[in-house]
């Protein structure tokens, strides 16, 4: 069976330090790969996907940046961080082209104090 | 651009009621919508699909309608129990299989 896994869990930062959160995924291949950001008071918002290994899309501009070294590995960077920046963070998969249910990870908890 | 608004932020009934909740989107035509369930500091989990061409689908105690005229969505729970308590997610089909979602709806179902 596939599984999904965060880490770390939860996080605190002070502004203006880095970020590198991970996301893997076990029992399947070439899953497409997505990262969301839930923030206090707003929805999921998507942040990057991708499709392949070094395939990435963004869909929101701002200071994170996104990497899949790895064909089941996304990873989550930021080289400073900002206020605006905590929240709650959800990786999730979906099997290659299919359209179908995406099934998130247990997340990670940012606060940027 | 695309906007997706679920009807309110919060729904309070009684055990035993149907809750119902809306999902309405602008400028977009998705060729199917979702329903998560999403419990506190929990990710999302999945509930129901429905593509563009079904009117409606359902699962156990869970009813999802799907009219594309409207631009709308109707989530139904018959027979609320308090463990139905939690925020339900409405998300539209984006592109290469990402979606995007609506705020949510807080359900508090009391006994």
């Known amino acids: 069976s596939q599984t999904i896994h965060q880490w770390p869990a939860t996080l605190v930062q002070p502004v203006g330090s880095p970020l590198s959160l991970e996301c893997t995924v076990e029992?399947?291949?070439?899953?497409?790969l997505y990262w969301y950001r839930q923030a206090a008071g707003r929805g999921l918002q998507l942040l990057f996907y991708s499709v392949g290994i070094g395939q990435i899309s963004s869909e929101v501009p701002q200071n994170l940046s996104a990497s899949r070294p790895q064909d089941r590995q996304f990873i989550l960077s930021s080289k400073k961080l900002l206020l605006s920046d905590s929240g709650f963070y959800l990786c999730?998969?979906?099997?290659?082209?299919?359209?179908?249910?995406?099934?998130f990870g247990p997340g990670t908890r940012l606060t940027v104090l | 651009s695309q906007k997706i608004e679920q009807n309110s932020e919060a729904l309070n009934i009684q055990e035993g009621k149907t809750a119902t909740l809306t999902c309405n989107y602008t400028?977009?035509?998705?060729?199917?919508l979702q329903w998560y369930r999403q419990d506190p500091g929990r990710g999302p989990v999945f509930l129901l699909l429905?593509?563009?061409?079904?009117k409606e689908k359902r699962k156990e105690r869970l009813k999802v309608t799907f009219d594309t005229t409207l631009k709308q969505s109707l989530f139904h729970i018959t027979a609320s129990q308090p463990a139905d308590s939690a925020t339900y997610l409405c998300a539209l089909e984006w592109v290469r299989t990402a979606l995007i979602f609506g705020k949510g709806t807080t359900l508090s179902v009391s006994s």
């Open positions: 429905i593509r563009e061409n079904e």
């Open positions: 999730a998969w979906v099997p290659s082209g299919v359209y179908n249910e995406q099934f």
């Open positions: 400028n977009y035509s998705p060729a199917y």
């Open positions: 029992g399947t291949s070439n899953p497409n």
